[in-house]
């Protein structure tokens, strides 16, 4: 027998990261050690202290709250892009015709060349995020919002195409990163240059509890609205156990196979509901950040969707519950482990 609801839904549409999963020392170390290497490494800038890296949690936060950000591989490169805005600029060498990694990397270091008066330090003290965040904010966001915020210095620094194994370097260090030796190789069916690790996404756990899932999964039908690529998806849910509860799975790969856009875009939560047998309602959808509060309020110009935030992941819970509330989030919710207290009647 069904429970009766406090809330007139039929399904429950999830974002993966920063709801189901803590990806604080994943996905995040990710950035944060992606742009440390292409400083280091790449443009082999020192550093007096090597106990601190240039950016932290909270830069990427503050980022974040600009909108627009929901790609990793995105925030990634703007970073990079605003701390090579800080450099002088440097002269523009031919870019090698072989896109290779050891070649790009020579590139960039003929590129710096002696400049052993810039350090990762300076940039470090230098750095204002929450300014670059405001800029971008005021300019639409994302990497449009960035490319109007800031000039063009340097960025043939970083002009390498969108494929990671034909000389995007900074997709390359992410993606070996974050997938580590082995599965960067299964996935890519080439073997990693610049990291020979374990991958950060073994680091991954659960944000919801399996048993709040089972809850859930006897009512609802549940499924997932990520912005990761779909074998990263899988590889996570199959891993940490949690697979078996979803319905449908729409990723990074998904909306790309149909020339759609990513969150703030609401295609990726229409169509994990649409996935669903039968179809929905009404849904709701919940995520962790502003760019999923817009996307479940565009959904609901299309179909019946509620929007509920989240703040489990959050430093600075009260001003994610500001943003929240000023784009209209209909729920704002602690933790995912309290979605059955919002949705059932006691």
């Keep these: 027998m069904s429970r009766d609801k406090n809330l007139s839904i039929d399904a429950l549409i999830f974002d993966m990261d920063g709801v189901l999963i803590d990806v604080s020392r994943s996905y995040r170390q990710a950035i944060i050690q992606t742009v440390e290497l292409f400083f280091t490494t790449g443009l082999g800038l020192p550093a007096e202290d090597t106990s601190l890296t240039l950016l932290d949690n909270d830069d990427i936060t503050a980022l974040k709250m600009a909108g627009g ?27 090698p015709l072989k896109r290779h990694v050891p070649a790009i990397l020579a590139y960039l270091q003929v590129a710096m060349g002696h400049r052993s008066d810039i350090t990762i330090d300076m940039l470090r003290r230098d750095k204002n995020i929450e300014r670059l965040s405001e800029q971008v904010k005021k300019n639409g966001g994302g990497m449009g919002g960035l490319t ?11 002009s390498t195409g969108k494929n990671l194994l034909k000389g995007n370097l900074i997709k390359r260090i992410f993606q070996e990163l974050y997938l580590g030796q082995e599965l960067f190789e299964e996935i890519y069916e080439e073997k990693p240059v610049v ?17 709040i899932l089972r809850e859930l999964a006897e009512e609802l039908q549940l499924g997932i609205a990520t912005g990761r690529p779909r074998a990263e998806a899988e590889y996570a849910l199959r891993n940490l156990g949690i697979s078996d509860y979803f319905h ?13 856009k990513g969150k703030p875009n609401p295609w990726s939560l229409l169509e994990a509901a649409r996935r669903l047998h039968p179809t929905p309602a009404r849904s709701a959808y919940i995520g962790d950040t502003p760019d999923d509060i817009r996307a479940a309020k565009a959904a609901n110009q299309v179909v019946p969707f509620l929007s509920i935030g989240c703040l489990a992941p959050a ?6 519950v500001q943003r929240f509330e000023e784009l209209g989030a209909d729920i704002i919710l602690s933790h995912p482990d309290r979605l059955p207290n919002i949705i059932f009647r006691s």
């Design 148 to 158: 109007q915020a800031l000039t063009h210095r340097n960025r043939h620094l970083i």
């Design 248 to 260: 449908s799975l729409v990723t990074n790969d998904d909306v790309s196979a149909a020339e759609a």
């Design 315 to 320: 430093q600075d819970k009260e001003a994610l």
């Design 195 to 211: 990291i020979q690790s374990d991958g950060l996404i073994k680091q991954e756990s659960l944000f919801i509890s399996p048993a």
């Design 69 to 95: 950000f929901n790609n990793d591989w995105d925030i990634t490169a703007a970073f990079i892009i605003y701390f090579l805005e800080m450099l002088p600029p440097f002269p523009m060498h031919t870019f």
